[in-house]
């Protein structure tokens, strides 16, 4: 749940979590009932599956001729209900006394909504239930306005909650105030301790640098850096080398102005880096990227080379290959070579190098990705690994001999990371590990020679990165 004062009290979301820099008064003016409506609609369409809530509310907001700011409202509304799902129905499931699980999926979201305003961003109960019931009246559920505002009127203090969390298993109380799935706060423990579990945990709740890659293909570094400036944008340095990445004090800023449209930059979370400066693409090279959506990597790549007609981008979904062709076009990347192909199955040119940035769980990324906490299941992380698998045993094939092989995830989960290199080099004896070292800083590497970012202890969401090296000749 959110951070807490050194006293013990918990903090709002608006002071120091989540939603960082959020005034909570001035939120409480835009408290609009089609704005909390509209929020419930968005919370109704989605289906465990992956859910593009940014496009589902830009759509909306397109819809309902939303202002910039009651758009802003209707994201936090959104990205918070789906953040704290299981603390939110916790909650509900205390006021009703019974099950939410016969509740028609528009009230239920509805009462999500409102109970996040009132424990989470702390606006007035009266506040949250008449305009609760209100938005249940403009999307005509009469039947369950009774039941919204009865609800509502009797929601419980934070401390209250805390009390009640106090009398179950230390596990479950754990899903509960940090809102995940039990079964990975089960498996994390497990892995990493109790200790860590509630320091990754924490971290996945909690407010997240947007990180910007300068594109050299466009402009060179102290002309982004002095337009930058003039927008008044207080810029922070994360990495010069080969490439410099940076963050502002204002991102939404940023990305709104032209400087973003004429492709000065690209947004890419800075521990997802490491995998291409692992690959050391070099102009000369023959170069695939096997698994390219949503592009960051390939664009990175092709930074690095300059112009070449060595680079290969390929993904199994042609919607997802059009985007990156998109992408490539604001950044003036015209020299990628793209197409639809599956990286487990189908057949690829002989290359020198190979990035391998596999479909994974995507545990490690929950603070940017807070819907995948919810999509994921325990038996998913077998699947997943046996389709790594695949892909490794078929793109080792079109590797020349003295090439690389660069393996990648956003998963914490050590069955994706070290578990399939331990198979691949068993497999493959004629690899190597080469060492992270000597590419990248070492406070991001691992005894075993491969980059190894975790939330708990490098304050980033986390990564797994490692270099294979192809001794047969």
């Known amino acids: 749940m959110p951070s807490r004062t050194p006293g013990g009290r918990t903090q709002s979301l608006s002071r120091g979590g989540f939603f960082k820099g959020l005034s909570d008064r001035n939120w409480r003016k835009v408290f609009f009932v089609n704005t ?33 700011k009651d758009q802003d409202f209707l994201y936090i509304l959104v990205k918070g209900v789906i953040l704290y799902r299981a603390y939110l129905d916790y909650v509900i499931q205390m006021v009703l006394h019974a099950s939410i699980d016969k509740l028609e999926n528009v009230v239920l979201n509805l009462l999500r909504v409102g109970v996040f305003q009132y424990l989470i961003l702390e606006t007035p109960r009266y506040a949250v239930t008449n305009e609760t019931v209100k938005a249940a009246k403009s999307l005509k559920i009469f039947s369950a306005v009774g039941l919204i505002n009865a609800a ?13 969390l106090e009398q179950l298993a230390q596990n479950e109380a754990l899903a509960i105030r940090e809102s995940h799935p039990r079964w990975l706060i089960d498996r994390w423990i497990k892995q990493y301790g109790l200790k860590n579990t509630k320091q990754i945990a924490s971290f996945n709740n909690s407010y997240q640098t947007i990180y910007f890659r300068h594109n050299p293909v466009k402009t060179d570094w102290d002309s982004l850096k002095s337009k930058t400036v003039e927008m008044g944008l207080e810029i922070n340095i994360e990495a010069v080398e080969p490439i410099v990445f940076f963050s502002v004090n204002k991102p939404g800023l940023l990305l709104k102005s032209e400087l973003f449209g ?52 390929y993904d199994i979904s042609p919607g997802k290959i059009k985007m990156l062709q998109n992408e490539a076009f604001r950044l003036g990347i015209d020299f990628v070579n793209y197409d639809v192909a599956d990286a487990g199955t189908d057949t690829f040119p002989a290359a020198d190098k190979i990035l391998l940035d596999v479909p994974c769980s995507g545990t490690g990324v929950l603070a ?62 004629s690899f190597e590990i080469d060492a992270a070292s000597r590419f990248v800083e070492n406070k991001w590497c691992d005894e075993s020679g491969a980059v190894r970012i975790l939330p708990h202890i490098h304050q980033k969401t986390g990564s797994f990165a490692v270099r294979l090296l192809n001794k047969g000749k």
């Open 262 to 313: 004429e492709g000065f930059f690209s947004v890419q979370d800075i521990s997802q880096s490491p995998a291409v400066r692992l690959l050391d693409p070099h102009k000369e090279e023959i170069i695939i990227d096997a698994c390219a959506a949503p592009g960051g990597k390939t664009g990175f790549i092709a930074q690095m080379t300059g112009a070449t007609k060595g680079i290969y981008a």
């Open 152 to 164: 509502l009127r009797h929601l419980p203090s934070r401390e209250i909650v805390d009390k009640q």
């Open 36 to 68: 909390r409506a509209a929020a419930a609609r968005i919370l109704s369409s989605y289906n465990h599956q992956y859910f593009n809530y940014d496009r589902k509310i830009s759509d909306t907001a397109a819809q309902l001729k939303l202002s910039q």
């Open 368 to 429: 940017r990705r807070a819907d995948l906490r919810w999509n994921r299941k325990e038996e998913d992380i077998d699947k997943l690994v046996e389709k790594q698998r695949q892909i490794l045993d078929n793109m080792v094939k079109y590797l020349n001999p003295g090439g690389v092989i660069v393996y990648s995830t956003c998963s914490i989960e050590p069955e994706e990371n070290q578990g399939n290199i331990d198979w691949f080099l068993k497999k493959h004896p």
